[in-house]
């Protein structure tokens, strides 16, 4: 008999911000998917399941989606957390060569937006009392410009576009859509994240009934902190 307990999964799980999402939603009575290059399907248990995949080929997301679908059922919260960066000289953020922006944009965008459609197209089908969340791992490039980081800048305005736009579109129907970005406390990046102040956070706006500030930038020990002035 299948089990009636909720799914999460996790795109882009590594050792840091996947372990600590997995491992709290796991101690809520959640069965976890995990999706990585470097998943391995030997690790497979009853309550979680890693997929590997690589999502600088976004048709891998639709596989993984239909994956976790056969193997746990429908996920309720999905996170997407992978990305890539390429870094250039900071007087120079043009010399980065298409071949690495285009494979930066296709990890960092367009798997999310793809991811974003799948998660979507399954909350559909979910009971309105499911939490039917979905939470990308941005930074402060949306909202300024690092001239070595232009890749990864382009890549995560992108996603915090269509995060912003789903969160309006899709909130009467009760899906709730994030962008979390940790800070520092003076607003700042944070650079080197908390999985566990992630963790925290990502619980939290699953477990949350409405929808929230599309934009959760949020800092260690303290939670969601507005920084729109910064
Ligand atoms: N707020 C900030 O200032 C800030 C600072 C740093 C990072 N971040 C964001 O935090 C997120 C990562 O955090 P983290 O600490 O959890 O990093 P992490 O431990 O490196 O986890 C990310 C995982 O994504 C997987 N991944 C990377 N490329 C992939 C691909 N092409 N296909 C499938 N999986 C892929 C990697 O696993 P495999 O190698 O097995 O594929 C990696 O373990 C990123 O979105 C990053 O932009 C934010």
Known sequence: MPSTSPVILILGAGPNVGQHVARAFAAKG???ALA???AKEADNTPDEVHIPSDFSDPNSVVDVFSKVKALLGIPSVVVYNASS???????????????DFTRGTTITTTSAFV??????????????SASRTFIYTGNILNTITLPSFLGLGVGKSGAAHIIQSAAAAYKDRGYKFYYGDERKVDGSAA???DGEAHAKLYLEL??????????QTFVKDVGYKSFSAV
């Open 115 to 128: 991811a974003a459609q799948q998660a979507a197209l399954g909350f559909s089908q979910l009971p309105d």
């Open 30 to 32: 959640y069965r976890v």
């Open 36 to 38: 990585a290059r470097r």
């Open 191 to 193: 650079f080197k994240v």
């Open 206 to 215: 699953a477990e949350g009934e409405t929808q929230r500030a599309w934009q």
């Open 85 to 99: 960066l390429t870094a250039t000289p900071p007087d120079d953020p043009l010399s980065l060569p298409l071949t």
